[in-house]
């Protein structure tokens, strides 16, 4: 499922996807001082530590995005990871959970392979589903989003972790989902769009009127005067979350 859906939709990550330095340092300080990675659903490689020795990754067209001194990347699923038991420090999932053709089988093959933590970056559409573009104008990207996500709390339970926010910043980076938040203009754009699961999944008719009403919206000055509590904001909760499990601890 993965394998298709980013053959066809991650084609221009290496354009909109760009790792967020403040993003990064939050997943450097979860792996703490694991020396060997194994980076699941690696994709193009942003957030992959330097100790990362093996990256797994369903897509040709996302492995091939990968820059020169990536780690070594494997076409496999988070299902069967190519390693045996115990076999790296930690074992990393960004943003990549809601992909995968079976989660629980997915989180468990996290903690076979890695002896001391696992670490995923996930999102809680319980609190995604509020955020301003979904709620106002793209009802039906809200539809994907919530048919996408895997429950927060299923994923903590599954691998005996601690849940911690992650605020997104108002220049971040990274250009997933909800990272223009203080940014509507980005919606507009195609290229923004295609970047996101939740965007490219929906088909565009759907997206339409709503883009419109944006459109029509940010051009009389309605979204400012409608979000103008957004407007100093330098972070916002929008429901990321980075789940940490100590394997030894538990």
């Known amino acids: ?20 330095a403040r993003i990064a340092a939050r997943l450097r300080a979860a792996l703490g001082p694991a020396r060997s990675v194994l980076n699941v659903g690696a994709g193009t490689g942003s957030y992959e ?16 995005q990968r820059p020169p001194g990536a780690a070594p990347a494997v076409r496999g699923v988070a299902e069967a990871l190519p390693l045996p038991d115990d076999s790296v420090d930690a074992a990393l999932a960004v943003l ?56 927060t709390a299923a994923v903590a339970e599954r691998l ?7 605020p997104v910043p108002w220049d971040c980076a ?38 419109d009403r944006l459109a029509a919206d940010l051009a009389d000055g309605s979204w400012h005067r409608r979000n103008a509590d957004l407007l100093d904001r330098t972070e916002l909760d929008l429901g990321y979350r980075l789940l940490i499990a100590e394997l030894r601890a538990g």
């Open 1 to 20: 499922m993965a394998e298709a859906r980013y053959d066809r939709t991650g084609r221009t990550y290496t354009a909109t996807r760009r790792p967020d």
């Open 49 to 64: 530590p330097p100790g990362t020795v093996l990256a797994v990754e369903p897509s040709a067209v996302m492995i091939a």
């Open 96 to 151: 990549t959970v809601h992909h995968w053709a079976d989660a629980a089988a997915g989180l468990a093959e996290l903690r076979r392979v890695a002896r001391d933590r696992v670490v995923v970056l996930t999102w809680d559409h319980t609190v995604t589903a509020d955020f301003w573009l979904l709620r106002d104008y793209l009802p039906a990207a809200a539809a994907t989003d919530a048919a996408l996500a895997v429950p």
């Open 160 to 166: 005996g972790a601690a849940v911690h926010p992650v």
């Open 174 to 211: 990274d250009g997933f989902a909800c990272a223009f938040w203080r940014r509507p203009e980005a919606y507009l754009d195609p290229l923004v769009r295609a970047g996101a699961s939740m965007f490219s999944l929906t088909p565009e008719a759907e997206l339409r009127t709503g883009l």
